[in-house]
């Protein structure tokens, strides 16, 4: 019985013994289970770290990055304004220079232009005295026609002339023999003096009636006498007249002005007057 009892005693030692073995080896197992669990935390912790390390470095590179290249774009930029602005500076100076050297070259011009003037001036001046002084030793006597040829070249008041020269309108010149009205009255400029011609004016009719006076129809055909030396415009040329003396010409009627030289009756008025030239 006695060894009954301690078999059984043996056993149940044994028993707790390999419970206790077992209930050991759970505990190291879950503590080798936290163990790893940690270290696995940790290890996972450090690599979140480098990644979040790595991804730091990489923003504040790549910033860096962005910021020296915004930095070498505004040096580029503000020395491409600088270059731009030195050229423009440049060039205005540039224009400036030729500018002054054409206003000078145009006051030379005008100063060697004003030389000849005064030179051509002077030359003519002595010319001139030269001239005089020669024409005062040896100055012949002039006649009238000359005086008056004189005076019509130049564009002074009519001379009474031997001849007249006429220019037509189509561009033929000719020259006419002295006439006596042109040494007695000559017309200033366009005037032009005319005799009317004396027409039979028929004061009754066919049945024998009287015409009064205001109701005849004066006569408007008369010969030319004498004429001016021509139209004068604004710039002082003178355009001769187309009617040449002795012509016939028509007349409008109550033109111009009625005039008593050397108890005749004539007619003095304007070339505009006139209608035209009868053959």
Do not use: C
């Not at 008369?222 to 021509?230: K, N, R």
């Amino acid at each position: 019985m006695a060894t009954k009892k301690k078999k059984a005693k043996k056993k149940a030692v044994k028993k707790k013994s390999a419970k206790k073995k077992v209930a050991k080896k759970k505990v190291a197992k879950k503590k080798a289970v936290k163990k790893k669990t940690a270290k696995k935390k940790v290890v996972k912790k450090k690599a979140t770290k480098k990644k979040s390390t790595k991804k730091k470095a990489g923003k504040k590179k790549s910033a860096k990055k962005k910021a020296t290249k915004k930095k070498a774009v505004k040096k580029k930029a503000a020395k491409k304004k600088v270059a731009k602005k030195k050229a423009v500076k440049k060039k205005t100076a540039k224009k400036k220079v030729t500018k002054k050297k054409a206003t000078k070259k145009k006051a030379t011009k005008k100063k060697a232009v004003k030389k000849k003037a005064a030179k051509k001036k002077v030359a003519k001046k002595k010319a001139s005295a030269k001239k005089k002084a020669t024409s005062k030793k040896t100055k012949p006597v002039k006649t009238k026609a000359a005086a008056s040829k004189s005076s019509a070249k130049k564009g002074s008041a009519w001379v009474a002339p031997s001849k007249v020269v006429e220019k037509l309108g189509s561009g033929r010149a000719k020259q006419r023999e002295k006439h006596d009205w042109l040494d007695i009255f000559v017309p200033l400029y366009d005037g032009v003096l005319v005799q009317i011609k004396t027409e039979t004016i028929q004061e009754k009719t066919v049945g024998g009636i009287i015409i009064p006076k205001s109701s005849q129809k004066s006569p408007n055909k008369a010969e030319v006498l004498s004429v001016g030396i021509g139209r004068r415009n604004k710039h002082g040329k003178i355009f001769p007249l187309d009617v040449k003396v002795g012509e016939t010409v028509l007349l409008s009627r109550h033109s111009g002005q009625t005039i008593t030289i050397r108890d005749q009756k004539l007619l003095l008025l304007k070339e505009h007057e006139i209608l035209g030239v009868v053959d």
